[in-house]
C-alpha cells in the first residue's frame, strides 16, 4: 500500500468521508456498459431523473475488513447483489449481473486500500452500491435510463458505542405498507423512517421500533436493523414478516445460532406485549452489526431485557461469532467470505 491517509481508525462514526475512487456504469438502450472507476463524486443527472421524483432508485450496504495478516475481504457479498436485484425487480429497474456487483465492489475496494481500516481497530470500509432511474422523463413510468454506483469509505459503530447496550422507543408510524415496498432497499422507506427516527432521538432513545403496519401488535424492525430476541430457554428468534428487510446479518445469525452455538432457532411473530419471553434482544444489521438492546420503550414504561449496561452473554457469543468470520478469525461456512 502506497498511499498513507490520516484518520484517527479509533474515533470514526458512521459518516460520509470522502474516498479517492467510485465506480460508475449506465445502463441504456437494453444493456450495461463496461463501468469505470472516477474521482469525481458528484454525479450530473437529468431534472427529469425518476429518481428524483418518484423515488425509483435502490442500494445496498456491505463492508470489506482487514484480517489480522493484512489481507481485505468481503462478507457475503453475493447476497448483497441478489438483494439488489430483488430490489430492482419491484421497482422495474434492470437487474445488474451479480459478477458485474462483485467485481465493481471490488474494484472500488482495492482504489481505496489506503482507507480500509487496520485490523484491531473494529473499523470497516463501508461499500455503497446504489442504482437510481435517471434521464429525461416527466410521466409516472420507469426510466430509459440508470446508473449502478459504488462508493465506500471507512466506519465505526453505528449505534454510538457500538456493543453496548442502548434503548429504543416504539413507534406509532411505520415504515413500510403492509403489501408495500418494506422488503425492498428502497430510499422511500427510509425517507419515511427519518421523522420517527427524529422523534426517538428527541426523546433520548437511539432510534425507533416499527411493528407490523397491519396490526401494530408484532415487532418488524429497529430502525434502519432486524430485531433479535433470545428466550429464556434459550432459542434465537426474529421476526418474520414479508415487510421487513430479509437482513444478510439476521440471516447469518440465524445460521451461525444453529451451526456454531447449537442454538434452536425460530423465525415467526414477536409480540410486542410479550417481550418477557425474552432474556436478551439485539439489532442486527451491516451497518449496526450487533447492537445489544438494553430497553424497549412501550406504553409508557421501558421493558429491560439483560441489563441497560451490560451485554448479555449469548448476544456477545453471537457477536464473537459474526465478528470473528468477519475479519477472518473464526472459520467461515463455505462461500461466506470473498477476498478482494
Ligand atoms: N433492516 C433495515 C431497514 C436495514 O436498512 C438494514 C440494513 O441493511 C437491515 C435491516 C439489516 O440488513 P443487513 O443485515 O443485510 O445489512
Ligand atoms: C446497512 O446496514 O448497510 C444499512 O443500509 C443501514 C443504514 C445505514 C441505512
Request: with cysteine; net charge neutral.
Amino acid at each position: 500500500m502506497s498511499k498513507k491517509v490520516d484518520i484517527d481508525w479509533g474515533n470514526l462514526g458512521f459518516s460520509y468521508i470522502k474516498t479517492d475512487y467510485r465506480y460508475i456504469s449506465t445502463w441504456k438502450d437494453g444493456k450495461w456498459d463496461e463501468g469505470k472507476l472516477v474521482t469525481d463524486n458528484k454525479l450530473t443527472i437529468s431534472e427529469g431523473s425518476p429518481a428524483l421524483h418518484y423515488g425509483q432508485q435502490c442500494f445496498e450496504g456491505l463492508k470489506a475488513y482487514r484480517t489480522k495478516t493484512g489481507e481485505i475481504q468481503l462478507f457475503r457479498p453475493d447476497q448483497n447483489a441478489k438483494r439488489m436485484n430483488e430490489s430492482n425487480k419491484r421497482l422495474l429497474m434492470p437487474e445488474i449481473p451479480e459478477e458485474k456487483f462483485i467485481d465493481a465492489v471490488k474494484q472500488v475496494v482495492r482504489a481505496n486500500e489506503a482507507y480500509v481500516p487496520p485490523y484491531g481497530t473494529g473499523a470497516t470500509l463501508y461499500i455503497r452500491p446504489l442504482m437510481i432511474g435517471v434521464g429525461d422523463s416527466i410521466g409516472v413510468s420507469p426510466a430509459k435510463e440508470y446508473l449502478f454506483c459504488v462508493f465506500c469509505m471507512p466506519v465505526g459503530p453505528y449505534f454510538k458505542g457500538g456493543m453496548a447496550p442502548v434503548n429504543f422507543i416504539v413507534s406509532d408510524y411505520d415504515r413500510a405498507a403492509p403489501h408495500g415496498t418494506g422488503a425492498a432497499k428502497v430510499g422511500g422507506n427510509y425517507a419515511a423512517s427519518l421523522y420517527p427516527h427524529e422523534l426517538a432521538a428527541k426523546s433520548g432513545f437511539a432510534d425507533c421500533i416499527y411493528l407490523d403496519p397491519a396490526t401494530h401488535t408484532k415487532i418488524e424492525e429497529v430502525g434502519a436493523a432486524n430485531f433479535f430476541g433470545i428466550t429464556k430457554d434459550n432459542v434465537f428468534v426474529t421476526p418474520k414478516s414479508p415487510s421487513i428487510l430479509p437482513s444478510i446479518t439476521k440471516y447469518s445469525l440465524l445460521y451461525l445460532a444453529k451451526e456454531y452455538l447449537h442454538m434452536q432457532v425460530a423465525e415467526r411473530d414477536v409480540f410486542i406485549n410479550n417481550l418477557d419471553e425474552f432474556k436478551e434482544a439485539g439489532a442486527c444489521g451491516t451497518a449496526a452489526v450487533i447492537t445489544p438492546i438494553g430497553g424497549i420503550f412501550y406504553n409508557g414504561a421501558l421493558h429491560v431485557f439483560h441489563s441497560e449496561t451490560e451485554v448479555g452473554p449469548v448476544t456477545k457469543k453471537l457477536y464473537d461469532t459474526l465478528y470473528g468470520i468477519q475479519f477472518g478469525d473464526v472459520e467461515a461456512p463455505a462461500g461466506w467470505i470473498v477476498k478482494v
